[in-house]
């Protein structure tokens, strides 16, 4: 019976760090998409999306898929650095839903000289190819 307690008790000990960990690689995930947002490079921004045409972004102009289609609507809407001011991320929530996935809530909040903006965001994060991407992003 001991033996059994052991191997459980380890077991729970292992998924408890590849859970910090992948919290960890997320947390990072979301720095270097601010990172590269407030040096003015969308392109940088978007790595950490699934670069895939069934990728959703939902945002108040509606449903877009793809990356592409994402990209350009960025590019569409932030025009300049200035455009873009400077963003800032703070994560409500992380939650593992099932092997492979996470689900972020947040807030963000853009500082510009032409007017703040501030809102919210549920992001569906998967493991593809050992790296965590956004596969859907609903912002408001």
Do not use: C
Not at 106 to 119: A, P
């Amino acid at each position: 019976m001991k033996k059994y307690s052991l191997f459980f008790l380890l077991g729970i000990a292992v998924i408890a760090g590849h859970a910090q960990n992948d919290v960890q690689k997320i947390k990072a995930l979301m720095e270097q998409q601010a990172t590269a947002w407030n040096q003015g490079n969308l392109e940088g921004f978007m790595a950490t999306y699934w670069n895939n045409d069934s990728l959703l972004f939902v945002g108040k102009n509606g449903v877009t898929y793809g990356w592409q289609q994402t990209l350009d609507n960025y590019r569409k809407n932030y025009p300049s650095k200035n455009a873009m001011g400077t963003l800032k991320f703070t994560l409500l929530k992380l939650q593992p839903m099932g092997s492979g996935f996470y689900n972020v809530v947040g807030k963000w909040q853009l500082t510009r000289k032409m007017g703040d903006l501030k809102g919210h965001f549920t992001l569906v994060l998967k493991k593809i190819a050992g790296h965590w991407k956004i596969v859907q992003d609903h912002s408001s």
